[in-house]
């Protein structure tokens, strides 16, 4: 099977500006979580999205949003970009019942200048 | 709250010295799961194993072996004959039993192997 993708891998965008990266899960998985990575935070919760529905929301500001599409794939979008928003977002996928084990992407590096 | 410790920030080891990576937890959930992932330079986190926490049993796969003891809310990952392939940034996590809860992360423990 092949792993979780994510685009773009790499991302500059300035202050202001608004992002959106995406993420494809492993064939026949329908939860799709994301985190941020940050060297201060550490790996940060954002959401989790099941069968199009937003299922767990971490601690972060409205700016931060997402959505999950019938085939599962998922997207984040982050506006009005600062520069503490500089991070590598992870994507993760499981089967979505019970607790099931999260299998990670490659993560999108997002350099905020 | 859930929580996760790991006391170890970096350790550098050289090659084929064993090695222990500490992860304690915090939680009150009865039930719960216990995860360890390697990130090595490239970003990726890779699953390297889960543990409920009704299972005990210690496990060994190739040169890694984890040793869980609910006793001292602890999961300790040990390497054996360590590789600098080896080298990379190992987090514990945790999740609970409601639902499909988020993992809570450990800050890391970045391991160096030297040749």
């Known amino acids: 099977k092949a792993g979780v993708t994510q685009t773009p891998r790499y991302l500059i965008k300035t202050r202001g500006q608004q992002v959106t990266l995406s993420c494809s899960p492993i064939?026949?998985?329908?939860?799709v979580s994301w985190y941020q990575q940050t060297p201060g935070q550490g790996l940060q919760f954002l959401f989790e999205?099941?069968?199009?529905?937003?299922?767990n929301k971490g601690n972060f500001p409205g700016r931060f949003s997402g959505r999950q599409f019938s085939n599962s794939r998922s997207e984040m979008n982050v506006s009005t970009l600062e520069l503490g928003d500089s991070a590598l977002y992870l994507c993760?996928?499981?089967?979505?019942?019970?607790?099931?084990?999260?299998?990670f992407g490659p993560g999108t590096r997002l350099l905020v200048l | 709250a859930q929580k996760v410790t790991q006391a170890q920030t970096e350790i550098s080891v050289v090659e084929k010295e064993d090695v222990t990576l500490d992860c304690v937890y915090e939680t009150r959930d009865t039930t719960y799961y216990l995860f360890w992932y390697k990130q090595p330079p490239s970003g990726e986190l890779v699953f390297l194993i889960r543990r409920n926490s009704f299972d005990e049993q210690n496990e060994i796969s190739g040169r890694y072996s984890w040793n869980f003891q609910k006793s001292t809310s602890s999961f300790n990952f040990t390497i054996t004959a360590s590789q600098v392939v080896d080298s990379a940034v190992y987090f514990c996590?945790?999740?609970?039993?409601?639902?499909?809860?988020?993992?809570?992360f450990g800050k890391g423990t970045r391991l160096s192997v030297i040749a």
């Open positions: 993760a996928s499981s089967a979505g019942l019970a607790q099931e084990t999260q299998y």
């Open positions: 999205y099941f069968s199009e529905t937003q299922r």
């Open positions: 996590a945790l999740s609970g039993r409601s639902g499909n809860t988020p993992l809570v």
């Open positions: 064939s026949g998985h329908r939860s």
